[in-house]
C-alpha cells in the first residue's frame, strides 16, 4: 500500500453477527496531477461460497483419482486377497503373505 499500488486480498472476516465469512478487499489508490496519494477506494465483496465451491471441487478431485484407482486395486486384491495394498497400484509386487492360523481370544478369569 505505502507504493501506491491497487491491492488485493483474500481474509476470513468476522461478521457483526460472529460468523465468519471469506472477502475478498480490493483497495486502489487516487492519485493528484502530481502522482501522490490524496485518498484510497476499497470495496470487499463475499466470496464465501466460491471459497466453498473450490472446496468441493478439490475434494470431488479427489475421489474421482481414488475412482480412478478402485478397478486396479479391486481386481489385485481379487488375486492376491491376503496381500495388504496400501499405496494403489505403485505398492510392491511381493508374493502375498502366509496365512497366520487363527487364534483364540484369550477367555475372561
Known sequence: MARGVT???DARIR?????YRWLIRR????HDQH???VRWYGIGT???DLKRAQVALREQAGLEELARLAPDTLRRQA???????TRGPE???RPPA???????LPQPK
Open 46 to 48: 463475499d466470496i464465501e
Open 15 to 19: 461478521r457483526a453477527d460472529g460468523e
Open 91 to 93: 505398492a510392491s509386487t
Open 98 to 104: 502366509q496365512q497366520d492360523e487363527p487364534r483364540s
Open 35 to 37: 502522482g501522490h496519494i
Open 27 to 30: 483497495l486502489a489508490p487516487v
Open 79 to 85: 488375486l492376491h486377497p491376503t496381500e495388504l495394498r
Open 7 to 9: 491491492y488485493e486480498q
